[in-house]
């Protein structure tokens, strides 16, 4: 069965200090892996698709098969970075995301 | 350009009561619908898709219904609202290369 884990419920760093979200996921063929970002009273909203392998707003996120992970790093936390981050797997054709429970990101000054 | 629209973002509504959300979308045509919820500490658990009009497809057994009566018209109903159905509902639409595009939602609370 398809699964995201994302094993922090809420994560507290402090302004400068690197971050780490964890995902990991089971399924058995080639997924396709996202994280979203909800900031208070915004929509949720696409952040980092693992083809595009770009970075966003200085985040990264690297997809390791072996280890079926897609962990979202970024070096520096800004506080503008507190949000809430979802890690999410499409796992067919018809496009359905089956997402974590969400990491909420608390960046302190 | 493509927008989506969700309504009404509160909402409180009494066990047993009916329930009608909508979702439309502009700017696009034949989309992938979803409808997701939101409950506290659970994350984002995908309710029912419409690949086209009439079209749906439901991943959870539960107390709720999904319609798709035009192309970008996609709504969730409920003849009788129970407390578990409280929760936070989002529609989304996937676009061919944009991803998945979210709405602002609707709160739900069932007293």
């Known amino acids: 069965a398809q699964r995201v884990t994302q094993p922090e419920k809420l994560l507290s760093v402090f302004k400068g200090a690197p971050v780490e979200l964890k995902c990991n996921y089971s399924y058995s063929g080639s997924p396709e892996l996202f994280w979203y970002v909800q900031y208070s009273r915004q929509r949720l909203q696409l952040l980092l698709r693992?083809?595009s392998r770009e970075s966003i707003k200085g985040f990264t996120a690297d997809l390791n098969k072996g280890e079926t992970s897609f962990h979202l790093k970024k070096p520096f936390a800004q506080e503008e970075d507190s949000a809430m981050y979802y890690c999410a797997l499409r796992s067919d054709s018809w496009g359905k995301l089956q997402f974590g429970a969400g990491t909420q990101v608390v960046v302190t000054p | 350009s493509q927008t989506i629209h969700q309504w009404p973002a509160t909402l409180v509504q009494p066990v047993g009561s009916p329930l009608s959300l909508e979702c439309t979308v502009e700017g696009t045509s034949n989309p992938n619908l979803y409808w997701y919820r939101q409950a506290a500490g659970r994350g984002l658990q995908l309710l029912f898709y419409s690949v086209g009009i009439g079209q749906i497809s439901s991943e959870v057994p539960q107390n709720l219904s999904a319609s798709r009566p035009q192309d970008r018209q996609f709504i969730l109903s409920s003849k009788k609202l129970l407390l578990s159905d409280s929760g936070f509902y989002l529609c989304?639409?996937?676009?061919?290369?944009?991803?998945?595009?979210f709405g602002s939602g609707t709160r739900l609370t069932v007293v």
């Open positions: 693992h083809i």
């Open positions: 989304a639409w996937r676009g061919a290369t944009q991803g998945y595009t």
